[in-house]
């Protein structure tokens, strides 16, 4: 449902997330450990995230990356949206680029259903919503 980089950026906002809850910044290879995760990649997606403000990042032995208390606040929807677009709110799921109300494809009002409650779980969840359980380890980021 989502590409890879979407994946990843919503796992790293999470423990971004978590991390700037204890006021520290958190380096890239952390963040590439902590999520099993190629560190190249994850640099160029959050060096993506960065440039569109959803995440602070600083240079240097003590840089990497943080999150404000109005970035905390991030929801899934807008990671989604900055990574992958709006194709998952608004596209068939044939790929039909046709289908709409007047022209639906056999499966849009079933799949117009399940859009609906994923945009609502996406919108409604924010990035610091699961700091607690993670730091309990009621919650992972990575296969174990």
């Known amino acids: 449902m989502f590409s890879q980089s979407c994946k990843y950026a919503i796992r790293a906002m999470f423990l971004i997330a978590q991390r700037s809850n204890e006021g520290k910044f958190i380096g890239i290879k952390e963040i590439a450990e902590g999520l099993d995760a190629p560190q190249p990649f994850i640099a160029k997606i959050l060096q993506d995230l960065s440039k569109k403000t959803m995440v602070i990042s600083a240079k240097g032995p003590n840089g ?3 999150l404000s208390e109005s970035q905390r606040h991030t929801t ?4 989604v949206v900055a ?3 709006n194709k998952i709110i608004n596209s068939c799921c044939l790929g039909l680029r046709d289908c709409n ?3 639906p494809c056999p499966v849009h009002d079933e799949y117009k259903l399940i859009r609906k ?3 609502s ?3 409604t969840t ?3 919503d ?3 359980e993670l730091s309990m380890s009621k919650l992972f980021l990575k296969d174990k």
């Open 130 to 132: 699961y700091n607690d």
């Open 126 to 128: 924010q990035v610091s």
């Open 64 to 66: 990497g990356f943080m």
């Open 76 to 79: 899934l929807l807008d990671i």
């Open 83 to 85: 990574v992958d677009g």
């Open 101 to 103: 109300e007047k022209s």
């Open 121 to 123: 779980m996406l919108s």
């Open 117 to 119: 409650k994923i945009n």
